[in-house]
């Protein structure tokens, strides 16, 4: 009878105790579970936005060119007697270098002709005044009707001071002439081409040679219609960075000459002017830019005023999330001026002191609640339908 008893009452007393622990463990987990309470919202970074002044980049590319090319000719006719070891293609030559010269016997004894020429036109007039003088002293005692122009000679002076000019001309003419022999460069010059050579005669008019100014280089830069908004009123005279870029790059500084003032027909922009000086660097260190170089020009725009400049990553389809006094997400339509690099330029639609979220949660919605990154979390006793918390409270 007793085993019977114990048979049964072992079931029973283990199935007692198991209820006890298991009402024990959920207690224990309905305690945990009221002093836990999770956060279910999600966490962003922010930065208080802040207005600027911000001057406008304009970034254009374009060829380096020469400012001015010459087409040297011979202005006299004569033999080639010598040139200069620099004049030949790819050689540079001074401003004032002798390039060329022509045999200058012809020229020489030209002058010395226009010279004699001079000299007795001026003896010839030297006499025709002398005899008007005495005409003069004579008419002083001749009848009144008898004195005439003729008489007193002064067609044959002036005739003699006529000859004295054409003979002054004629000096001149032999003076330039023979100044022609001898060709120089007219400007700091890049040989292109040299037609000519020792015992070559040339005619006057003869091309002989191609020169480019190195003094001075241009660089004819588009600015597209979206770039043109932003050019200052005083661009002329301002700097303008010139920069190379390959497996060195090189920058150098420069000025903007002017506008064309036109609008191309085919592309639909504009045109500016940008000079270097000295672009082979003859007389400075910095680098030298070679004609035909394909260079990238930096100019100064336009500066805006109270302005945001934000990254490219937080502006989408022209809205922009912030987060507000509540900790709530809002979306706000922004007004782009401008990109530039990988910034957008904001004029409206934002205010200073807002907080922007530069990190989103995956699926945005405004008046979705947020945590701050680096904030204490609030302690909140609204239910997760009201407010998005499951529950939280103080460990």
């Known amino acids: 009878m007793n085993k019977v008893w114990i048979k049964i009452a072992l079931p029973v007393l283990a199935l007692g105790i198991g209820f006890v622990g298991m009402a024990a463990i959920k207690a ?31 970034n254009s590319f374009g060829e380096v060119r020469p400012l001015e090319k010459t087409q040297l000719a011979a202005m006299v006719s004569g033999e080639v ?26 020229y020489q004894a030209a002058l010395l002709q226009a010279e004699a020429n001079l000299s007795q036109a001026n003896a010839q007039l030297i006499e025709e005044r002398a005899k008007a003088e005495v005409a003069k002293r ?34 001149k003419i032999a003076q330039r002439n023979l100044s022609y022999t001898d060709v120089r460069a007219p400007y700091d010059a890049l040989v292109v081409s040299r037609n000519l050579g ?21 660089i004819n830069l588009p600015i597209a219609g979206f770039d043109a908004l932003f050019l200052p009123a ?16 090189v920058t150098r500084t420069g000025t903007v000459e002017r506008d064309l003032g036109i609008v191309d ?42 302005i945001f400049r934000l990254p490219q990553e937080l502006v989408t389809n022209r809205k922009v999330w912030v987060v507000n006094k509540d900790n709530e997400l809002e979306s706000r339509t922004v007004k782009v001026l401008r990109e530039e690099a990988q910034f957008f330029l904001v004029e409206n639609g934002l205010n200073a002191g807002e907080r922007v979220v530069m990190t989103l949660p995956e699926y945005p919605q405004n008046g979705m609640k947020v945590k701050i990154a680096g904030e204490q979390s609030k302690q909140t006793n609204t239910g997760t339908e009201d407010s998005g918390l499951v529950a939280q409270a103080n460990d």
Do not use: C
């Open 28 to 58: 224990t987990a309905e305690d945990k579970e009221d002093k836990q309470e999770i956060d279910s919202r999600p966490t962003v970074k922010v930065e208080v936005l802040r207005t600027e002044d911000y001057q406008v980049a304009i």
């Open 81 to 106: 007697i010598g040139w200069h070891e620099d004049f030949v293609p790819g050689g540079v030559v001074k401003r004032g270098t002798l390039l060329f010269s022509i045999d200058k016997q012809q």
């Open 138 to 171: 004579e008419a002083k005692t001749m009848p009144a009707a008898r004195i005439t122009d003729l008489y007193l000679r002064k067609p044959q002076v002036l005739s003699a001071e006529a000859a004295v000019k054409s003979a002054e001309a004629q000096l």
């Open 198 to 218: 020792t015992g070559q005669y040339v005619h006057q008019g003869n091309e002989v040679g191609l020169l480019y100014n190195i003094e001075t280089a241009e």
């Open 234 to 249: 005083d661009l002329q005279g301002s700097t303008a960075q010139i920069s190379s870029r390959g497996a060195i790059t």
């Open 265 to 306: 027909q085919d592309t639909r922009m504009s045109q500016v002017v940008a000079r270097i000086n000295d672009p082979y660097s003859l007389n400075t260190d910095a680098p030298a830019f070679k004609f035909g170089t394909y260079v990238e020009v930096s100019l100064k725009g336009s500066t805006l005023q109270d």
